[in-house]
Each structure stands twice: as C-alpha cells, then as structure tokens.
C-alpha cells in the first residue's frame, strides 16, 4: 500500500480517524484498499465495522447505511474485477462516477435507500424502480 489511502486506511481500522476529514474520495479509495487485500465478505464486514464506527465517534449513528454500504462496495468490486488499476489513486482517478453520491439512483428510489431499514439492513434494489 502507498499514498495517502495507505495512511487513511490505517487510521480507519485503528479508529484514529477523524470523520471531519474523511471525505467522499477516502471512502472509495479505503474501500479499494480493502478489497485488494481482503475476500469481499471479509472486507465488506471491515469496511462496514470502519463506517459504523466513524458514524459513532461523529455522534451520528444514524448516518450509517448498510444498503449503500454494500452496494458501494460491490460496484468498487465490481470495478476493479472488470479492469486493472494502478491502486487506489488510479481507481479514485479512473472511475469518476464513484464521486456521484447518486450513482444508486437508477437502481434505489431515494425513499427505499433512505429508510429506516436500508440503515440497518442492506435491501435489494426496488424492482420497479428500475423497471423490471
């Protein structure tokens, strides 16, 4: 691991990481980093354990969302299985459409991803959402 996600990744598993700075770039290039050197389900619990416990060191509990956590996570799986990159930076650089908190859009109505229950369980996407 090298750069700044290295550095961001280790403060996110050793809970030294200020939420304040934590920014939308750092979550996908953390997740890459994650990913790279974890099976997915083993990296889905890391990177979900990460997330929940910056939302609780913020005083925002209620900020963490499991269906956008995992549905992130697997499109950055997704991703990087469809094509090499050149580690995180690269990633976060070739793959703009990650900085789009609405990239869940054609898949999740903003009431579905939004609910009480999409924070605590990760939902499939609405069928008739995106219109099968």
Known sequence: MTGCYATRL???QDG???PATFGHADHIGVAYEILSGHEFFEALHI????IRAMAAK?????KFNATITLAFLSLIGERMASRD?????DFVER???????ALLTPWYSP???????ARRIALLPDARHVGV
């Open 10 to 12: 280790s403060q996110f």
């Open 16 to 18: 030294t990481q200020d």
């Open 47 to 50: 990177y979900a354990t990460g």
């Open 58 to 62: 913020a005083n925002l509990p209620d």
């Open 85 to 89: 990159h050149d580690g995180p930076e």
């Open 95 to 101: 793959n703009p459409d990650f900085m789009d908190k």
């Open 111 to 117: 009431t579905r991803i939004q609910s009480p229950l």
